[in-house]
């Protein structure tokens, strides 16, 4: 029975958790936090360095939905062989008596059938570590805990891992309203990083909903770390959490701040309400007097001077029949040949087959979930003449 302990060296191995299609910008993201030995895997990204990236990297990516620090691996083929081997860590150097601990179970192509039967052998083998070494137990808390572990299985593999972000990272902390359809904070930056806008043009969301996609955007042309409006992390609660590196990391990211925007940015929708709630959640992510936000249909929208880039996010049109939902899809591809010429437009949507009708050519389709959703991010390109002049000048 062998099983492979993790050495708290300079650089250890963490893993970027993120979404589908997001694992290259993620990547970029990490190398240029200074990471090393950078690996993609299925919705994430694993990689090696220090404290201070542990750090950098829950306080700076914007397309990371958590980071978490594997502390060891071995194999297991059966629940009593994991609760062998997870009573055997030990627990003492991760968690307290005092602290409270829960479970994040994950498995694939395994002979463990239940997910939630592993979470609770591995508690079990946690809390009878504590309990024949002190005669005490830690207590669990499933909604708010102190140590959030995570454990994944894969075929035989085992992996434990300290979860470092505690809530997941898209919980940004601006955002105390939401639409009926909300979009992750983590999928509206990697749709705006997919995008690839320079920011150094106007930037418009026509469909901007409770605001989430033109926040994303304001906060990073202001260089803003989407992480600096949150109060918690879970690597707060470890042994080795050095406050003041993490409150220097934090300051030095409030120094590369952009104190302002040299363009506009522009949020619209045709409901007021939301439109409100957009500003209050901007207002609270600090990009408030960045974004102009409009009440206003997107036909009667008069975007800034192009180029410029727009992403809109539309109804997908469960609540529509198929007629509407056609002519709604369609009518946005007139608008954006009649309002947007000069633009890169993007929508982003998961009705793929309402996306048909739009009538416009795609430059650049790409895949990408919205929860279970699959979606596609379209790109078209809305030259100023034709399609041959354009390329004429290129």
């Not at 958790?17 to 299925?42: C, D, H, P, Q, V």
């Amino acid at each position: 029975m062998s099983m492979k302990i993790r050495k708290d060296e300079y650089n250890f191995r963490m893993i970027a958790k993120t979404l589908f299609g997001l694992e290259e910008i993620l990547a970029e993201e990490l190398t240029a936090l200074g990471a090393k030995k950078i690996r993609l895997m299925n919705r994430s990204v694993e990689f090696y360095g220090d404290q201070r990236l542990l750090y950098k990297a829950n306080l700076y990516c914007r397309t990371a939905t958590r980071i978490i620090k594997p502390i060891v691996d071995f194999k297991a083929v059966n629940e009593n062989e994991l609760y062998n081997k997870v009573i055997k860590i030990g627990w003492g150097k991760y968690l307290d008596l005092r602290q409270t601990f829960a479970i994040d179970a994950v498995i694939t192509k395994s002979g463990f059938t239940n997910s939630l039967y592993v979470a609770q052998k591995t508690k079990d083998a946690i809390a009878d570590y504590f309990r024949k070494e002190t005669g005490r137990r830690p207590s669990v808390d499933l909604k708010n805990p102190d140590i959030r572990i995570n454990v994944y299985v894969y075929q035989n593999e085992c992996t434990i891992a300290l979860d470092s972000s505690g809530e997941p990272l898209f919980k940004r902390g601006y955002r105390t309203r939401t639409g009926k359809a909300p979009l992750n904070e983590v999928l509206a930056a990697g749709i705006i990083m997919h995008s690839e806008w320079d920011r150094k043009g106007p930037f418009v969301d026509a469909m901007c909903g409770s605001g989430t996609i033109i926040i994303e955007a304001a906060l990073l042309a202001r260089n803003i770390a989407p992480g600096l409006t949150r109060k918690r992390y879970g690597f707060m609660n470890w042994p080795d959490y050095d406050v003041n590196l993490f409150k220097t990391i934090c300051n030095n990211a409030r120094k590369l701040i952009i104190p302002k925007l040299g363009f506009k940015m522009i949020g619209s929708d045709i409901n007021r309400m939301q439109v409100r709630e957009a500003a209050e959640n901007a207002r609270l992510a600090g990009v408030g007097h960045d974004i102009e936000f409009k009440p206003s249909d997107i036909k009667n929208l008069i975007p800034p001077p192009s180029p410029g880039t727009l992403i809109i996010n539309p109804p997908y049109g469960e609540r529509l029949s198929v007629n509407e939902i056609k002519q709604f899809y369609n009518s946005i591809g007139d608008l954006f040949k009649k309002n947007f010429t000069g633009y890169d437009a993007f929508i982003f949507t998961g009705n793929l087959a309402a996306a048909k009708h739009i009538g416009l050519r795609t430059s650049k389709r790409i895949q990408m979930y919205n929860g279970p959703i699959e979606c596609r991010l379209l790109k078209f390109e809305m030259y100023q003449g034709s399609r041959k002049t354009k390329y004429q000048q290129d």
